[in-house]
Protein backbone atom coordinates (compact mmCIF):
# COMPACT_ATOMS: atom_id res chain seq x y z
CA UNK A 1 0.00 0.00 0.00
CA UNK A 2 0.54 3.30 -0.51
CA UNK A 3 2.39 5.30 2.78
CA UNK A 4 4.14 8.54 3.90
CA UNK A 5 8.16 8.28 3.96
CA UNK A 6 10.59 10.73 5.37
CA UNK A 7 14.19 11.23 3.45
CA UNK A 8 16.46 11.92 6.84
CA UNK A 9 15.38 9.80 9.84
CA UNK A 10 18.12 12.59 11.50
CA UNK A 11 19.22 16.55 11.60
CA UNK A 12 21.43 18.43 13.76
CA UNK A 13 21.62 22.24 13.78
CA UNK A 14 22.94 24.92 15.90
CA UNK A 15 20.29 27.02 17.65
CA UNK A 16 19.36 29.84 15.78
CA UNK A 17 20.10 28.02 12.50
CA UNK A 18 16.82 27.52 10.10
CA UNK A 19 15.82 24.13 10.21
CA UNK A 20 14.11 21.89 7.10
CA UNK A 21 12.60 18.80 7.97
CA UNK A 22 11.71 17.05 4.69
CA UNK A 23 8.86 14.28 3.66
CA UNK A 24 7.51 12.37 0.61
CA UNK A 25 4.32 11.07 0.38
CA UNK A 26 3.26 8.37 -2.61
CA UNK A 27 -0.63 9.02 -2.66
CA UNK A 28 -1.11 12.23 -4.99
CA UNK A 29 -5.25 11.92 -4.11
CA UNK A 30 -4.09 13.22 -0.43
CA UNK A 31 -5.65 16.17 0.18
CA UNK A 32 -4.66 17.20 3.50
CA UNK A 33 -0.70 17.33 5.46
CA UNK A 34 0.06 17.90 8.63
CA UNK A 35 2.86 17.89 10.74
CA UNK A 36 3.56 16.57 14.35
CA UNK A 37 6.03 17.66 16.83
CA UNK A 38 7.01 14.55 19.33
CA UNK A 39 8.36 14.88 22.64
CA UNK A 40 10.63 12.70 24.74
CA UNK A 41 7.50 10.90 26.75
CA UNK A 42 4.70 13.03 25.06
CA UNK A 43 1.86 12.29 22.36
CA UNK A 44 2.29 13.88 18.95
CA UNK A 45 1.42 17.59 19.29
CA UNK A 46 -0.04 19.47 16.18
CA UNK A 47 2.11 22.18 14.72
CA UNK A 48 0.96 23.21 11.20
CA UNK A 49 -1.53 21.71 8.75
CA UNK A 50 -1.98 22.34 4.64
CA UNK A 51 -4.52 21.30 2.60
CA UNK A 52 -3.90 20.12 -1.09
CA UNK A 53 -5.39 23.22 -2.77
CA UNK A 54 -2.37 25.26 -1.26
CA UNK A 55 1.59 25.68 -1.88
CA UNK A 56 2.86 27.38 1.28
CA UNK A 57 1.18 28.22 4.85
CA UNK A 58 3.16 30.01 7.58
CA UNK A 59 2.87 29.71 10.88
CA UNK A 60 4.86 31.00 14.09
CA UNK A 61 8.47 30.30 13.51
CA UNK A 62 7.27 27.48 11.07
CA UNK A 63 6.48 27.22 7.14
CA UNK A 64 4.73 24.13 5.53
CA UNK A 65 5.43 23.64 1.97
CA UNK A 66 3.17 21.73 -0.44
CA UNK A 67 4.68 20.31 -3.95
CA UNK A 68 2.15 18.17 -5.29
CA UNK A 69 4.15 17.49 -8.56
CA UNK A 70 6.91 15.56 -6.95
CA UNK A 71 4.51 14.47 -4.21
CA UNK A 72 6.85 16.59 -1.11
CA UNK A 73 6.25 18.13 1.46
CA UNK A 74 8.43 20.19 4.38
CA UNK A 75 8.46 22.18 7.46
CA UNK A 76 10.86 24.87 8.05
CA UNK A 77 11.49 26.36 11.13
CA UNK A 78 12.81 29.64 11.72
CA UNK A 79 15.82 30.39 14.17
CA UNK A 80 15.35 26.84 15.93
CA UNK A 81 15.31 26.29 19.46
CA UNK A 82 17.04 23.71 22.01
CA UNK A 83 13.20 23.50 22.74
CA UNK A 84 12.60 22.69 19.08
CA UNK A 85 14.28 19.01 19.47
CA UNK A 86 11.68 16.60 18.80
CA UNK A 87 10.80 13.48 16.29
CA UNK A 88 8.54 15.43 13.43
CA UNK A 89 6.25 13.26 11.55
CA UNK A 90 4.49 14.37 8.56
CA UNK A 91 0.93 12.86 8.46
CA UNK A 92 -1.64 12.39 5.03
CA UNK A 93 -5.06 11.93 4.88
CA UNK A 94 -6.81 9.97 2.59
CA UNK A 95 -8.65 8.64 1.01
CA UNK A 96 -10.01 12.96 0.56
CA UNK A 97 -12.05 15.18 2.91
CA UNK A 98 -15.47 15.17 2.44
CA UNK A 99 -18.39 13.78 2.12
CA UNK A 100 -19.22 10.90 4.48
CA UNK A 101 -15.92 9.58 4.08
CA UNK A 102 -13.78 10.15 6.97
CA UNK A 103 -10.11 10.05 5.89
CA UNK A 104 -6.95 8.32 7.83
CA UNK A 105 -4.09 9.69 8.49
CA UNK A 106 -0.89 7.93 7.65
CA UNK A 107 1.85 8.97 9.52
CA UNK A 108 5.60 9.16 8.59
CA UNK A 109 8.08 7.31 10.08
CA UNK A 110 9.95 10.31 11.67
CA UNK A 111 12.62 12.77 11.22
CA UNK A 112 14.76 13.30 14.57
CA UNK A 113 15.59 16.72 15.02
CA UNK A 114 18.47 17.70 17.42
CA UNK A 115 19.32 21.51 18.45
CA UNK A 116 22.67 22.30 19.50
CA UNK A 117 22.97 25.17 21.78
CA UNK B 1 -9.36 21.69 29.11
CA UNK B 2 -6.84 19.12 30.44
CA UNK B 3 -6.54 17.53 27.31
CA UNK B 4 -6.54 13.57 25.76
CA UNK B 5 -6.28 11.73 29.34
CA UNK B 6 -4.62 8.28 29.05
CA UNK B 7 -4.06 5.57 31.73
CA UNK B 8 -2.05 4.06 33.21
CA UNK B 9 1.22 5.55 31.85
CA UNK B 10 3.27 2.77 31.96
CA UNK B 11 2.01 -0.54 32.41
CA UNK B 12 4.46 -4.43 32.62
CA UNK B 13 2.54 -7.44 32.49
CA UNK B 14 3.45 -10.81 32.01
CA UNK B 15 2.52 -12.86 28.60
CA UNK B 16 -0.82 -14.24 29.00
CA UNK B 17 -2.25 -11.50 31.44
CA UNK B 18 -4.92 -9.12 30.25
CA UNK B 19 -3.97 -5.82 29.88
CA UNK B 20 -6.85 -2.76 29.85
CA UNK B 21 -5.43 0.88 28.41
CA UNK B 22 -8.51 3.71 29.88
CA UNK B 23 -8.77 6.69 27.51
CA UNK B 24 -10.73 9.75 28.20
CA UNK B 25 -11.16 12.09 25.09
CA UNK B 26 -11.50 15.93 25.19
CA UNK B 27 -14.91 17.04 26.10
CA UNK B 28 -16.68 17.70 23.31
CA UNK B 29 -14.57 15.58 20.51
CA UNK B 30 -16.91 13.36 18.99
CA UNK B 31 -14.06 11.49 16.98
CA UNK B 32 -11.87 8.81 18.88
CA UNK B 33 -8.87 6.56 18.18
CA UNK B 34 -6.71 4.37 19.06
CA UNK B 35 -2.77 4.50 17.78
CA UNK B 36 -0.11 2.25 18.36
CA UNK B 37 3.55 3.31 18.33
CA UNK B 38 6.96 1.20 17.92
CA UNK B 39 10.02 1.61 16.27
CA UNK B 40 9.17 -0.64 13.60
CA UNK B 41 6.59 0.49 12.07
CA UNK B 42 5.88 3.70 13.84
CA UNK B 43 2.36 5.18 14.22
CA UNK B 44 -0.64 2.29 13.39
CA UNK B 45 -4.10 3.38 13.65
CA UNK B 46 -5.79 0.73 14.99
CA UNK B 47 -9.35 1.70 15.50
CA UNK B 48 -11.25 5.47 15.46
CA UNK B 49 -15.20 5.53 16.91
CA UNK B 50 -17.36 8.54 16.17
CA UNK B 51 -20.63 9.16 18.61
CA UNK B 52 -19.08 6.10 20.26
CA UNK B 53 -19.55 4.07 17.55
CA UNK B 54 -16.70 2.06 16.25
CA UNK B 55 -16.42 2.88 11.85
CA UNK B 56 -13.44 0.92 11.69
CA UNK B 57 -11.25 -1.38 13.39
CA UNK B 58 -9.41 -2.48 9.92
CA UNK B 59 -5.73 -1.94 12.34
CA UNK B 60 -6.52 -3.94 15.04
CA UNK B 61 -4.16 -6.45 14.56
CA UNK B 62 -5.81 -9.61 15.85
CA UNK B 63 -9.24 -10.92 18.14
CA UNK B 64 -6.74 -10.67 21.20
CA UNK B 65 -7.38 -6.83 20.97
CA UNK B 66 -11.14 -5.42 21.49
CA UNK B 67 -11.67 -2.03 21.99
CA UNK B 68 -14.76 -0.22 23.68
CA UNK B 69 -16.55 3.60 23.75
CA UNK B 70 -19.39 3.11 26.74
CA UNK B 71 -19.96 6.79 26.27
CA UNK B 72 -18.80 10.04 25.08
CA UNK B 73 -15.84 10.11 28.02
CA UNK B 74 -14.03 6.97 28.26
CA UNK B 75 -13.02 4.00 25.91
CA UNK B 76 -10.73 1.19 26.95
CA UNK B 77 -8.70 -0.82 24.85
CA UNK B 78 -8.08 -4.57 26.09
CA UNK B 79 -5.47 -7.10 25.36
CA UNK B 80 -5.93 -10.65 25.66
CA UNK B 81 -3.92 -12.46 25.75
CA UNK B 82 -1.04 -10.28 25.76
CA UNK B 83 2.10 -11.07 23.87
CA UNK B 84 5.73 -9.41 23.77
CA UNK B 85 5.30 -8.71 20.67
CA UNK B 86 2.29 -6.33 21.71
CA UNK B 87 4.83 -4.26 23.60
CA UNK B 88 4.41 -0.27 22.49
CA UNK B 89 3.63 2.80 23.33
CA UNK B 90 -0.54 3.40 22.89
CA UNK B 91 -1.78 6.50 21.77
CA UNK B 92 -5.36 7.36 22.41
CA UNK B 93 -6.66 10.60 20.25
CA UNK B 94 -9.77 12.79 19.86
CA UNK B 95 -10.92 15.46 17.30
CA UNK B 96 -13.71 17.41 16.76
CA UNK B 97 -15.59 16.82 13.45
CA UNK B 98 -16.72 20.01 11.35
CA UNK B 99 -13.98 21.79 9.66
CA UNK B 100 -10.36 20.32 10.55
CA UNK B 101 -11.28 17.57 12.55
CA UNK B 102 -8.17 15.38 11.08
CA UNK B 103 -6.70 17.76 13.56
CA UNK B 104 -5.64 15.06 16.32
CA UNK B 105 -5.04 15.81 19.83
CA UNK B 106 -3.15 13.10 21.66
CA UNK B 107 -2.94 11.55 25.08
CA UNK B 108 0.70 11.17 26.49
CA UNK B 109 0.51 7.87 26.13
CA UNK B 110 0.50 4.55 27.62
CA UNK B 111 4.11 2.40 27.77
CA UNK B 112 2.98 -1.00 27.64
CA UNK B 113 5.93 -3.73 28.49
CA UNK B 114 5.07 -7.42 27.84
CA UNK B 115 7.33 -10.05 29.30
Known amino acids: GESVGLHLPTLSVQEGDNSIINCAYS??????FIWYKQESGKGPQFIID?????DKRQGQRVTVLLNKTVKHLSLQIAATQPGDSAVYFC????????????????FGQGTILTVHP | DAGVIQSPRHEVTEMGQEVTLRCKPI?????LFWYRQTMMRGLELLIY????????DSGMPEDRFSAKMPNASFSTLKIQPSEPRDSAVYFC?????????????FGSGTQLSVL
Open chain 2, 93 to 105: ASSLSGGLREKLF
Open chain 1, 27 to 32: NSASDY
Open chain 1, 50 to 54: IRSNM
Open chain 1, 91 to 106: AENYPPFGGTSYGKLT
Open chain 2, 27 to 31: SGHDY
Open chain 2, 49 to 56: FNNNVPID
